[in-house]
T-cell receptor, first 116, second 115 residues
Framework: DTGVSQDPRHKITKRGQNVTFRCDPI?????LYWYRQTLGQGPEFLTY????????KSRLLSDRFSAERPKGSFSTLEIQRTEQGDSAMYLC??????????????FGEGSWLTVV | AQTVTQSQPEMSVQEAETVTLSCTYD???????LFWYKQPPSRQMILVIR??????QNATENRFSVNFQKAAKSFSLKISDSQLGDAAMYFC????????????FGTGTRLQVFP
């Protein structure tokens, strides 16, 4: 069990460029979540998947954001035409749906995005 | 809508002493889980302790324990014998056993530990 891994850990991009983050969940976990966290705030929910199905998207997830989990394993979060307000840490997390761990969600180390 | 409130933006404690972090929540769900997560300066969110709402017994993990008051919708974290490594942001979080199943976080409490 290597935990939730995210790549890249840091990304600096110019406003207007597209960026993509990748998340590899804990191997047996069928749920995968994306959160956004800005300095001094708690994480805010963006979206989550159960297997390959995207079950919920937050209103925070504008049309410029898209997330995929094509084979129910890793996931990507793409931000198109980045804006300075997109600067934040993007956290990925995973869990088992129900089961003995009872909705406990495990987080990766996050991907820092800075838009200049 | 579910909300989680942490009313203490910052707390401090001396090494080896005990500190309690407060958390209240609001929900209409009857079945849910509560968590405390720790986020050190390295930024990875680490699970500290969890509590199932249907259990009356307060959860305990080594030096960490909770005081879960379901009727008052209160879920405080007690850290005993504080250590320098306990310094971090602490987030209280809620997840309902519903078809949404997503964690709702509070705004966090920054804990400083002084030698």
């Amino acid at each position: 069990d290597t935990g939730v891994s995210q790549d890249p850990r840091h990304k600096i991009t110019k406003r207007g460029q597209n960026v993509t983050f990748r998340c590899d969940p804990i191997s047996e976990h069928n749920r995968l979540y994306w959160y956004r966290q800005t300095l001094g705030q708690g994480p805010e929910f963006l979206t989550y998947f159960q297997n390959e199905a995207q079950l919920e998207k937050s209103r925070l997830l504008s049309d410029r954001f898209s997330a995929e989990r094509p084979k129910g394993s890793f996931s990507t979060l793409e931000i198109q035409r980045t804006e300075q307000g997109d600067s934040a840490m993007y956290l990925c997390a995973s869990s088992l749906a129900r089961g003995s761990s009872g909705n406990t969600i495990y987080f990766g180390e996050g991907s820092w995005l800075t838009v200049v | 809508a579910q909300t989680v409130t942490q009313s203490q933006p910052e707390m401090s404690v001396q090494e080896a002493e005990t500190v309690t972090l407060s958390c209240t929540y609001d929900t209409s769900e009857s079945d849910y889980y509560l968590f405390w997560y720790k986020q050190p300066p390295s930024r990875q969110m680490i699970l500290v302790i969890r509590q199932e709402a249907y259990k009356q017994q307060n959860a305990t993990e080594n030096r960490f324990s909770v005081n879960f008051q379901k009727a008052a919708k209160s879920f405080s974290l007690k850290i005993s014998d504080s250590q320098l490594g306990d310094a971090a942001m602490y987030f209280c979080a809620f997840i309902g056993v519903s078809n949404t199943d997503k964690l709702i976080f509070g705004t966090g409490t920054r804990l400083q530990v002084f030698p």
